[in-house]
Every structure is written in C-alpha cells, then in structure tokens.
C-alpha cells in the first residue's frame, strides 16, 4: 500500500492536455524532491521527470513536472499515441529510516 | 553507457530464498554518487522499492519487507546482490535492478536494467 496517491486513470485526445496528481505528506513529498517515471507495459520504466521538474536528455517539452507542498503534478502538453503508458511518481521519504516509495501509478489513455 | 543486468533463478519454490545479482557496466559500482537498488513489480501491479546500498555497504531496507531481506555489493566484481527469505506468492514479480543517484542528499532512480521474472511455485 503505497504512502503515494494517484488517480488509477487518466486519459484525452491527442493534442489535448493530460495532468497527473501525485499526493503525499511532509515526510515524503513535503521534505524532498518528486520524480516521475514512464513505462509501457511489458518494459522497463523510463525517467521521465528529475528533482520536481528536471527533463533528462532526450525526454520530450511536453512533458513538466510541478511540486507544491505535499504534492506534486505531472502534465503532458499535445498529448501524443505514444504516451499511452502507466506513469509513477516517486520519492525519498524520509520517516522509518529513510525509503524510496513509488505512487500507485496512473495510466494513460489516449483516446 | 551504463547497463544494469539481473540474473539469477526464475523459479523459487514457496518457504524458500529468492537470490539475484545485478552486474553493473559502464560505470563503477564504487560511485560516491550512487546508491544501487533493487525495485520490484508484481504482475499487472505497481512499482515496490525493495532496498538500496552503497559501495561501502550503507544500506536501505523497506519497512515491509525488511525482516526477510539481505542486500550486499561486491565492489571486486562490480555486483550487487539481494536475498529475500521465505518467499510466498505474494513475491512474485519482476525483479529490476536500478542505479539510485544522490543529489543534495535526495535519493532518485535514474538508471534501470531490462527486469527478470521470478515465480514462486512448487
């Protein structure tokens, strides 16, 4: 049972804007730095979002990611077919003596 | 170019110990930068932090899993390993091992092998 919660679902037409929620609390969100990742079934998950709002190399603009308290988005601009995929947020959560937790994942469909 | 590589048994038998390694190329194992994790995700479900260490063997453990698990490097070889006791159904998964950089003291995945299947059946 993740301490990170995400809407199971998400979905739009391509060109249209698609947001993602992410909550958590002060030990998690509130105290460090959002990451979200991508992954199409059947593959490995792909960083796709660094330190709240960092793109690594190659991910695409339309992609941006936000944190504000004790929770964080992730919105994807002129959504494309191949972003439908499951997408996680993730985070150092600092109680416990320190852990990585994942959010429960989203998935996107493009309709 | 970093590479993550698991292996180990695909099949672990109910009671038993589940063990894998990671083989890390491209980079050294011996990183100050650098955690190294492993990350599992049942079929059909969501992603599940296992547990992390460093070179030096500083190590990370979940909550929930955290009594059953052994996790250790070898930085001679440039491996990372994990045992998990007394498996049940419930562990099984796809095992990836994952590179865990340390930036300002936050803990981030940014790097994953391709995963290996482990089934728990007798």
């Known amino acids: 049972q993740s301490v990170l919660t995400q809407p199971p679902s998400a979905s739009g037409t391509p060109g249209q804007r698609v947001t993602i929620s992410c909550s958590g609390s002060?030990?998690?969100?509130?105290?460090?730095?959002v990451n979200w990742y991508q992954q199409v079934p059947g593959t490995a998950p792909k960083v796709l979002i660094q330190s709240n709002n960092q793109r690594p190399s190659g991910v695409p603009g339309r992609f941006s990611g936000s944190k504000s308290g004790t929770s964080a988005s992730l919105a994807i601009s002129g959504l494309q077919s191949e972003d439908e995929a499951d997408y996680y947020c993730?985070?150092?959560?600092?109680?416990?003596?320190?852990?990585?937790?994942f959010g429960t994942g989203t998935k996107v469909t493009v309709l | 170019q970093l590479q993550l590589q698991e292996s180990g048994p695909g099949l672990v038998k109910p009671s038993e110990t589940l063990s894998l390694t990671c083989t890390v190329s491209g980079d050294s194992i011996s990183s100050n930068d650098y955690y190294w994790a492993w990350i599992r995700q049942p079929p059909g479900k969501g992603l599940e932090w296992i547990a992390s260490?460093?070179?030096?063997?500083?190590?990370y453990y979940s909550p929930s899993l955290r009594s059953r698990l052994t996790i250790s490097v070898d930085t001679s070889t440039d491996q990372f390993s994990l045992k998990l006791t007394s498996v049940t159904a419930a562990d099984a998964a796809v095992y990836y091992c994952?590179?865990?950089?340390?930036?300002?003291?936050?803990?981030?995945?940014?790097?994953w092998g391709q995963g290996t299947l482990v089934t728990v059946s007798s």
């Open positions: 994952a590179r865990e950089a340390i930036w300002s003291g936050f803990h981030q995945v940014d790097a």
């Open positions: 993730a985070v150092w959560d600092d109680s416990l003596n320190g852990h990585y937790v």
């Open positions: 002060n030990s998690n969100i509130g105290s460090s730095t």
């Open positions: 260490i460093y070179y030096s063997g500083n190590t």
